[in-house]
């Protein structure tokens, strides 16, 4: 049971609150300790965007954009910065010609592999990687 929940099995938005707090200092004090998450030179929106390719396989700039809720220049400079990163490539989707489709370097994917076995240790991807 959790201990946000009642005895009538409700759970109070305080407590739920709380708990939520509890995990963010959990999750912080761990990924400042993982090697992995500390050597990485990635905001947390262009981690979004290197996931949210690899849950894809390969995603149009606007695939990602409407992913990740952000405009279309903001998906293409996130990419541009995976891409100058050597993380993924941008190539002309051969079906469309003017569609851009984004996907992972083999870098990119070991990144996503390695990072994703830092973090099932302490549960976070327990459901997969989110794609729906």
Not at 63 to 80: D, H, I, K
Request: aromatic share 4%; glycine share 10%.
């Amino acid at each position: 049971m959790l201990q946000s929940e009642t005895f009538a099995g409700q759970t109070t938005q305080e407590s739920l609150v709380d708990e939520a707090i509890e995990l963010q200092r959990l999750v912080f004090r761990h990924t400042l300790s993982t090697p992995e998450w500390s050597r990485l030179q990635l905001s947390m929106p262009r981690l979004k965007a290197l996931f949210g390719i690899a849950c894809h396989g390969s995603l149009t700039i606007g695939g990602l954009a409407r992913e990740l809720g952000v405009s279309l220049p903001t998906a293409s400079t996130l990419v541009e910065a995976l891409v100058s990163n050597g993380y993924a490539s941008r190539r002309e989707d051969a079906v469309d010609r003017r569609r851009t489709l984004a996907e992972l370097t083999p870098a990119g994917e070991r990144l996503v592999t390695r990072l994703r076995e830092g973090s099932s240790k302490m549960g976070v991807f327990r459901h997969g990687c989110g794609c729906g």
